[in-house]
C-alpha cells in the first residue's frame, strides 16, 4: 500500500442523539478508489463530508496527504480545493456559462489567468464529453450533462483526492452511465476517489475496496469480488440479498 493519503482516526459525530459516525477508522492510499456502501442512514454521506469539512466532527483526526483538516478561513479553503467533491445535486451556477462554472476555481481559487485557465477547461469539457456545450447555461443542458460538467469542475482545480456523494442518484437511469463512464476512466487513470454510490456495478468495476457501513460503524472492508461473493457480516449479507435479487 502507498502512503495513505486520506487518514481518518477514531472519528466521532453526533447528530442529537444519534451516533452517525462511531469509531470510524480508514486510510485511503494514493490512487485508490475506494466505494462505500449501505444502507440509507447508516452515515455514509456524513463520511462524505466530514472529509471536506462540510460536516464537523466532534473527535478523532482527518489528516490529507499529512495535513489535519483545519477549522476554518484560508487553510480550510485552500484545503477544500485539494479535495474535489461531486454531490447528488449539480450545485453548478446558474447564471454562468458552462465554461465559466469551470474556469472559476481555477482563476479565483489558484489565481490562474483567464486564457490558462479556459483552455485547460476546455481539455476538461471534452473530456468529460461535453465541450460543444461550453456556451451554454447548466439549465440548457441534461441531467448528466450536468454532473459531467460538476466532475470536469471539480477536476479543474487539480484536487489530490475526488469525493463523490451519491453522484447519480438525482439521473435519470439512461444518464447513469454517462456519468458512471467518466468516473471509471479516472479511476483508471489513477484518481483517488472515495464514491458513496448505490451503483454496486460501479463498485465492482472500479473499487479497489469496498467499504461497508451500517448505523455509523465501517461493518466490513474487502475487495469488490471478496465483497459481493464472500460477504462475511450479516448485515452486509442482509444487504446484498435485498440489493442484489432485483
Known sequence: ???PLVVLKDVQKHFGDLHVLKDI????????VVVVIGPSGSGKSTLCRAINRLETIESGTITIDGKTLPEEGKELAQLRADVGMVFQSFNLFAHKTILDNVTLGPIKVRKQKKAAAEKRAMELLERVGVAHQAQKFPAQLSGGQQQRVAIARSLAMDPKVMLFDEPTSALDPEMINEVLDVMVGLAKEGMTMIVVTHEMG????????????????IVEENTPEEFFTNAKS??????LGKILTH
Not at 25 to 32: R, S, V, Y
Not at 234 to 239: E, I, N, T, V
Open 234 to 239: 450479516d448485515r452486509a449479507k442482509d444487504f
Open 202 to 217: 460501479f463498485a465492482r468495476k472500479a473499487a479497489n475496496r469496498v467499504v461497508f457501513m451500517a448505523d455509523g460503524q
Open 1 to 3: 500500500m502507498t502512503e
Open 25 to 32: 477508522d480508514l486510510e485511503i492510499g494514493k490512487g485508490e
